[in-house]
């Protein structure tokens, strides 16, 4: 084999790779692009109704009053925190249920119809429960933003686990390993490109789970913001709430994104 050849094919594979993902960016700002400005001009000349469906302008105007006084700060840092507490429990909660269930047979197969009936009860209609007993404050909706990802992560890690060439395991207990040292050497780091998958989803499910449980009981919060916009008619001030909600909700998944390169960077 040529080692200049191969040198010279991998830098047209890199150059290839940047050409391409500078290709998927143009689109997709030229979507955004193109979508914002129909919505301006729709609004603009009346197509669509400028009282229910505002327009970027008004709603830029308004985050820009509302960001230059501060008004605005206090709800987006409120939310933020549910939904990243939120988040960050549902997600360990997960994991470490998927791993006692995977370390026992019998505890997963007593656990399994419970499981299902968990994952095809609608989560949402346990606010009100949840508000009962826990109050009216941060915890309920932290609660909120957990529990509606924890079922879901907890049968999409263990189905992972059990996914898991068997023959690792044999090839580890033929040395004398233990099933933890299995768990740990094999399994776990076997199944991280599925739990990142996981971190994907639960950052959009998160993020529901808290707006949900803000339009409950929440006196601040971006959920907040939405119900008390529409009390008063001002669908701007909706809007701009959902516009913060898309733009921390993307940071968050670039966030999971960027944890997911340097574990398969280190991992390697």
């Known amino acids: 084999m040529n080692p200049k050849n191969d040198a010279h094919l991998f830098k047209q594979y890199q150059q290839r790779l940047k050409k391409e993902k500078r290709i998927v960016w143009i689109w997709q700002l030229s ?11 729709s609004s603009s000349f009346y197509w669509i109704d ?6 970027p302008s008004s709603i830029i105007e308004l985050l820009y009053t509302k960001l230059g006084d501060g008004s605005i700060l206090s709800h987006v840092q409120i939310t933020l925190f549910e939904t990243i507490a939120g988040f960050l429990i549902g997600t360990l909660a997960g994991v470490l249920f998927a791993t006692l269930l995977w370390s026992s047979q019998r505890f997963s197969r007593v656990m399994d119809p419970y499981l299902v009936i968990m994952n095809a009860m609608p989560k949402v209609a346990l606010g009100p429960i949840l508000i009962v007993a826990l109050g009216t ?4 909706i932290i609660a909120m933003g957990a529990i509606i990802s924890v079922i879901i992560t907890t049968l999409v890690v263990y189905s992972a686990f059990n996914e898991v060439d068997p023959n ?7 040395f004398g390993a233990t ?7 094999a399994i776990f780091p076997a199944t991280l490109p599925a739990m990142i998958s996981t971190l994907k989803v639960n950052v959009g499910l998160s993020w529901v789970g808290v707006i949900v449980g803000e339009f409950l009981v929440a006196k601040k919060g971006l959920g907040y ?7 008063v008619f001002d669908f701007s001030l909706v809007l701009s709430a959902l516009v913060l909600i898309a733009i921390f909700a993307a940071i968050m998944y670039k966030a999971v994104e960027k944890l997911e390169r340097w574990l398969i960077k280190h991992s390697g």
């Open 31 to 41: 979507i955004l692009i193109v979508f914002i400005s129909l919505w301006e001009v």
């Open 50 to 55: 400028p009282l229910l469906f505002s327009s």
């Open 137 to 140: 404050g941060y915890i309920s």
């Open 168 to 174: 690792y395991e044999k090839v580890l207990k033929s």
């Open 179 to 185: 099933r933890w040292q299995c768990f740990k050497e």
């Open 225 to 231: 913001l939405i119900i008390y916009g529409f009390q």
